[in-house]
């Protein structure tokens, strides 16, 4: 993070953001903090637009594309299972 651009620091507390907002509602509503999960719908307490939101912040800041069924991440590619939904539209 210390070669991070400000604006890439500025997604990444957005990010982080997100995140601890999920987590919030999450231990509002009883849960235990420490069995926070993130990233699974249903469970993370995130909205669709903030876990869309985050998700395209998480492409950007490492550099993931997906174009024609195919992943593209840090120099390295693989093509996704027929039956993706990601493979339907450029993302």
Request: hydrophobic share 30%; net charge positive; aromatic share 12%.
């Amino acid at each position: 993070m210390a070669n991070w651009t400000e604006k890439q620091k500025q997604k990444y507390a957005r990010f982080q953001e997100i995140l601890e907002i999920g987590k919030q509602r999450y231990v509002d509503a009883g849960g235990n903090p420490q069995r926070y999960r993130v990233g699974f719908k249903g469970q993370d307490y995130l909205t669709d637009e903030e876990r869309k939101e985050a998700t395209k912040i998480m492409r950007q800041m490492f550099g993931i594309s997906i174009t024609n069924g195919y992943v593209y991440c840090q120099g390295s590619s693989w093509q996704l299972p027929e039956n993706s939904l990601l493979g339907k539209k450029q993302v």
